[in-house]
């Protein structure tokens, strides 16, 4: 379903992806964690083209991007109608309810018919818990609540693929639950995700594998069983501790 | 000393009176007719060239960031009434000749453009980036982005800057005057100068902006309430 060669980035100078290599197969999660800086954030927005890669091809569904050659904008917007975003901040538009903020991309963007859309768009409320928040504005929702209703946002685009930035870091701890249930119950139905997360227990519980980033390169990877129980490398090794030290403080 | 003269004096008191009386409808047609669809014609017209700088300052291309700076420079640091003056007065000697509401309509509109432009932008740089992401990842258009997630959040914001603006122009416009609208001020002085009174007419006249004004204010206070009510407080 995706296939990364050799992804480089740069932000002026400073080289923040070093060549990504990642095959994902069909209905795979993939949890991909690391320490701030590492570029697992910069690597999950460079599938949705929302950082233009300075190298590398990616494909998605069967389309590939090529970065080393120019692209046109044409391109960049089928590209990235394979693929999702699920953002860190939710980043909902305020200023429409939770139901057209679902409807903004089929009817708006893909030019579906509305009666139909709305219907879907129903649907994927109900689907994760929030049927009776049509009519609500994000400012009335919870962060848990608001976060849900971005990924039936994202959802409604019928991508191929799922993109989740840090989906639940900026949530109060007891609203975590709520959106990783969401997340959970879309693996279990075969949708094929790129998680970036710190929680590791959605890694554990979740993950088909687990990718460790550091310094812009995929350092570690392997089953959650073997990143996590049995890590091989050092920098995987003193990141788990540290995680694990701050669980028991 | 001029209120005593006129209390101690029936017969001026009653003369005061016909003549409020008497110029009060001309006033008000005045404005009707010319002080009001000038306001609100230069407004929208200056609105939209305001959107059309501000876009042209915050995109990528040099030139139209270039050509917006220095149309608002111009704008901004030369007088209203010199402006107006230019258009009406100057441009004859060129053979463009303008009729005063024309020439005031163009006048206004550039004026507003520039002022409000800033406005815009400023407004549209503090919806923060991650609306513009939320755009690019359901696929929209960066016109489909301004028009339906940027533009409607950045009018929130605007609301009592851009109504200050338009009380400013709707008192502006009393300077088209002097390029021979007959609006509600020339009104005015065309009225004293055949009575004389000068202080009653300027300050019906004067009473009667701040009338609109303060209805504008108003209709702000409601936009403003409306706007709102997808804003968490």
Known sequence: MISIKNLHKSFGELEVLKGIDLDVEKGQTIVVIGPSGSGKTTFLRCLNILEKPSDGTVEIGGLVADFSKPMSKKQIMAFRKQSAMVFQHYNLFPHMTALDNILEGPVTVQKKDKAQAKEKALALLDKVGLSDKADSYPHQLSGGQQQRVGIARALALEPKVMLFDEPTSALDPELVGEVLQVMKDLTQEGMTMVVVTHEMRFAKGAADEVLFMDSGRIVERGTPDEVFNRPQEERTKRFLNLIQDTDTI | ?233
């Open chain 2, 1 to 233: 000393m001029y209120l005593n003269s006129i209390f101690s004096n029936p017969e001026r008191l009653e003369r005061l009176g016909d003549i409020a009386q008497s110029s009060f409808l001309p006033l008000i047609e005045a404005a009707v007719q010319f002080t009001l669809p000038l306001s609100v014609i230069s407004f929208i017209l200056g609105l939209f060239l305001a959107v059309v700088t501000a876009l042209a300052r915050i995109s990528t291309v040099r030139v139209l960031q270039w050509i917006a700076r220095v149309y608002v420079s111009i704008i901004r640091g030369t007088p209203l009434l010199v402006q107006l003056f230019i258009l009406f007065y100057g441009l004859p000697t060129v053979g463009v000749t303008i009729d005063p509401f024309p020439a005031a309509v163009i006048g206004f509109s550039l004026n507003v453009g520039a002022y409000a432009s800033e406005v815009i932008r400023a407004a549209i740089l503090s919806i923060p980036k991650g609306q513009w992401e939320a755009a690019d990842t359901i696929g929209m258009s960066y016109s489909q982005t301004l028009r339906r997630v940027i533009l409607p959040q950045a009018s929130r914001v605007s609301v009592p800057p851009l109504s200050n603006t338009f009380i400013s122009l709707v008192k502006d416009t009393s300077l088209a005057a002097l390029i021979l609208v007959t609006e509600m001020f020339r009104v005015a002085q065309q009225i004293a100068a055949t009575n004389y009174e000068f202080l009653l007419l300027y300050g019906q006249a004067a009473l009667i902006y701040w009338i609109i004004c303060f209805l504008l204010s108003l209709v702000q206070g409601r936009l403003e309430n409306r706007f709102d009510r997808y804003v968490s407080r």
